[in-house]
Nanobody, 119 residues
Framework: QVQLVESGGGLVQAGGSLRLSCAASGRTDRVYATGWFRQAPEKEREFVGQ????????SYADSVKGRFTISRDNAKNTVYLQMNSLKPEDTAVYYC????????????WGQGTQVAVSS
């Protein structure tokens, strides 16, 4: 089993920045990629981006491309989501997710961390 614990959420003004962290523990050898989803009130859950551990290849949703960056600290088994130029529409609960392979869905989920962007 893999455990994911997020941290770093909070309140920020529009145009500001936040960095979320996701610490992975347990059977991290099973992790193929980790990423982020978000869910705003009364909206569907939305994919934000992910990073493949073996290659550090990243991918992002169009809504955050150019503003958000995912990176990884291999020694700490920690993934980061650097969010710049934040907009009120980025307000959501952000979830760290992990998958054990391609096409198998996200097996592992963190508890979520709230991000609020004021206008």
């Amino acid at each position: 089993q893999v455990q994911l614990v997020e941290s770093g959420g909070g309140l920020v003004q529009a145009g500001g920045s936040l960095r979320l962290s996701c610490a992975a523990s347990g059977r991290t050898d099973r992790v193929y990629a980790t990423g982020w989803f978000r869910q705003a009130p009364e909206k569907e859950r939305e994919f934000v981006g992910q990073i493949i551990w073996r290659s550090d290849t990243t991918s992002y949703a169009d809504s955050v491309k150019g503003r958000f960056t995912i990176s990884r600290d291999n020694a700490k088994n920690t993934v980061y989501l650097q969010m710049n130029s934040l907009k009120p529409e980025d307000t959501a609960v952000y979830y760290c997710v992990g998958t054990s392979g391609v096409g198998v869905g996200y097996d592992y989920w963190g508890q979520g961390t709230q991000v609020a962007v004021s206008s």
